[in-house]
Every structure is written in C-alpha cells, then in structure tokens.
Nanobody, 122 residues
Framework: QVQLVESGGGLVQAGGSLRLSCAAS????????MGWFRQAPGQEREFVAA????????SYADPVTGRFTISRDNAKNTIYLQMNNLKPDDTAVYYC???????????????WGQGTQVTVSS
C-alpha cells in the first residue's frame, strides 16, 4: 500500500521560510515523478511544483517561482518543498502526490498524502 506522509507545516510570519517534507512508502520511489499541490479555504486545489524521477527536471507554478524549491532524496524516499519569502496568499493545506508521469495536472497523480497546514500571517 502506497503511503505519503507530509510534515513541516506550521504558522510563520510573512517573509519567513518553511521546509515541507513528504516521506513515501509502498512503491519504488525513484520510479515516479512527484509533486506538491495546495488548497486554500474555498478554493480549488492548485499545482505548486513537480519533480522528475531523478530530480533533474523541476517545474513551478508562476506564483511560487523564485521562492519555492522542490527536491528529492531517492535514498530516503522523501521529497521536500523549501518555501522562502512566504506571503499570506501562500496559506493553504499542502499535499504531496506521486504521479504516473511528469505533469502539473493533478489527474496524473494517483496517490496523495493527507496534507499539512501552512499559515502565513501578515
């Protein structure tokens, strides 16, 4: 059974930083692209970042480009999302997900974590 467990969320002031982690189990981690999505209250879930199987290719949504960095450690079956210069608009539940193919489209992702709350105060 595939499991994805996020951690690292919390409350931070605007301009601060957080690093999210997502530990995976139940499938050969390095065989699958991974991604981060987020969902703010009353809004649809949106793509944040994706990373290829090897970690050599990454992509980001426009609102986070230059501030967020996705990475992975295949030896630890873990992906990360380093979030710098956080803004109140970044407040959301953040989800990691495992994909069948590299994509920013949530339909490509077949397993999801339970989410971790990130709250950015102004």
């Amino acid at each position: 059974q595939v499991q994805l467990v996020e951690s690292g969320g919390g409350l931070v002031q605007a301009g601060g930083s957080l690093r999210l982690s997502c530990a995976a189990s139940g499938r050969t981690f390095s065989n699958y692209p991974m991604g981060w999505f987020r969902q703010a209250p009353g809004q649809e879930r949106e793509f944040v970042a994706a990373i290829s199987r090897s970690g050599g290719t990454t992509s980001y949504a426009d609102p986070v480009t230059g501030r967020f960095t996705i990475s992975r450690d295949n030896a630890k079956n873990t992906i990360y999302l380093q979030m710098n210069n956080l803004k109140p608009d970044d407040t959301a539940v953040y989800y990691c997900a495992s994909a069948q193919y590299y994509s920013g489209y949530d339909g490509a992702y077949d397993y999801w974590g339970q989410g971790t709350q990130v709250t950015v105060s102004s």
